[in-house]
């Protein structure tokens, strides 16, 4: 545990140091930054019209689909906002960038994971947590210490399992060796599938989404919340599908590591 | 402090012809050009020595220095280093450590340089007290004041050099790896890194130094090991190396007028004088433990008006020649392999 406290103390000193790098030397990108947090922002405004014609789909009230959505945004602004280092991995691998990193006693994935920042991030987490407030108020959830705590750990568990397919899926790079065709962006993509109740897709869709786990971003945890038969049983073990997911990825990336050649002159 | 037992690394690389049907064949059935960096080296590094670790371009000396590392895996092989294996023991061997590669920076680029040796400071997790007093004694030598406030990407090379040495040392490695760590230097810079260099032995530290610089060489390690396509052919000490195989110079003149027939070989026993491609440029080579190249141009004066000189060091791949040539091989048998 102190050992994990440690981490993320260095963690968050890599990623200040992005952040002053940015606001201190690079007044270019801040002004890049300023504007596009701006847009996004002005995007939320669009938005709540928008969410006021959402209709019901099936036993799914208005706010409950609402929830599932504003869990997935919340879920990719941490992952960008904190972990957008992620992104640039085949970039690392493939142009040697990881020599020094693995000279370092500090995790190789933590390092790339805390290079850099994503802005945008910044502006999805807003709206996340602003859907998710409004939302709280509307589903039918008595709220008190015990349900708020379960959401509260159920949106960290989605968190983390968005998290770890982020990371598994860009670690693909240490066996593909090439910096361009991803599979890491095509999953990123099936996961504004996820935003969604998977109901109202076909089976193929679905099995997909629980394969993938992207399901546990958001569908998953909050029919648990709202108590939805087979679907809220399942979401009762988001927490744990969250440890695995990140184990097997962690597991994943040091398997690819043993793969890095680095680059020769 | 260093073990390699058969170090080995053979690179894939995907031989992936161009055009469309190609590219699905590849897919279907990937095919591969393999290509051996590192041939089964053996390799045995005692505390406190200093070793140079030559040979010409494409050798393999990167590769192991990265192996050595724990950077890459080897293909097959033993490695101890501190007595652990350094790519499954990462964080501990990192400790042991200290890495620098001449060709790129260790330091975040849109930083300052004090800014990422207090990062360095974190992820090694060096006490405050400790990581004051080590650059303190880093100061004098490589003259960091000036340095620590400058952003890395805005430093000269010689300056991000010496920067990214501060970074390599600053946890204070029993072991540093330098791949390469005066190239691109000028003179006063190299210099200086040479100096820093010799220091850095005296402490103790052991020393493992891939360059193509004999300079390096002599002035700072005191074993030689050369590597030639992935294999040693020579291990031994710097002397038998400096004074058999490293010993001539050349100094190459370009004269006012035409002089043919120049032969400086009375004023300079056992020179020898070249004609260079016109008449008037001409080469003289010269043991440098005999005669200095002022003698040279002193000498050569006396002939001729010169415009306009180079001189040639001798060079690693000239050494390398002359392993191969047999020229030391009758001296050191047992130390060829
Ligand atoms: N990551 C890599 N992938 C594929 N081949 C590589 C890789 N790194 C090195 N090589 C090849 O392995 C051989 C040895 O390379 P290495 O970098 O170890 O040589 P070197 O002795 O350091 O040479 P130099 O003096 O130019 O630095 C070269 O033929 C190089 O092309
Ligand atoms: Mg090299």
Known sequence: MREAAALARIYLRMLLGYVRAVLEYRTDALILVLAS??????????LTTVFAQ??????????????????????????????????????YINLGGLDYLMVRPYPVALQVMGSTLGPNGFSNAVLGLALLGVAATRVDVDWGPVTVGWAVLLMLSGVLVKLAISLASNTTAFWLRSPSSS????????GDLARYPI?????????????????FVGYFPAASLFGKGTAGTIGAFTPLVAAACIAGAWAYFRAGMRRYDSVGN | MIEARGLTKVFRRADKPPGLAASVRHLVRPRYAEHTAVAGIDLSIGAGEAVAYVGPNGAGKSTTVKMLTGIVHPTAGEIRVCGLDPHRNRHANARNIGVLFGQRTQLWWDLPVRDSLALLRDIYRIPERRYRARLDELEPVLGLAGLLPVLAR?????QRMRADLAAALLHDPRVVYLDEPTIGLDVTARDAMRGFLRDLRRTGTTLMITTHDLGDIEEVCDRIVILDAGRIIYDGPVTAIKDRLARDRAVHFTLADACPGVDLSTDLPGSRTVAGEDERRVSVVFDRFVHGAGDVLAAMARHARVVDLSIDEPSIDDVVRRVYAGAIGDALPDRVR
């Open chain 1, 199 to 215: 109901t109202v897709y076909s089976t193929g869709v679905r099995a997909v989404l629980v394969v993938i786990p992207l399901a």
């Open chain 2, 154 to 158: 805005k430093l000269s090379l010689g």
């Open chain 1, 54 to 91: 959402v209709p019901a789909l099936g036993d799914w009230q208005r706010w409950e689909v609402i929830w599932i959505f504003a869990m997935v945004v919340l879920a990719e602004g941490i992952g960008s906002l904190c972990f957008e280092g992620t992104w640039h991995l085949a970039l």
């Open chain 1, 183 to 190: 599979p890491a962006g095509t999953v990123h993509t099936l």
């Open chain 1, 37 to 46: 947090v701006l847009t996004q922002l002005a995007g939320i405004v669009f």
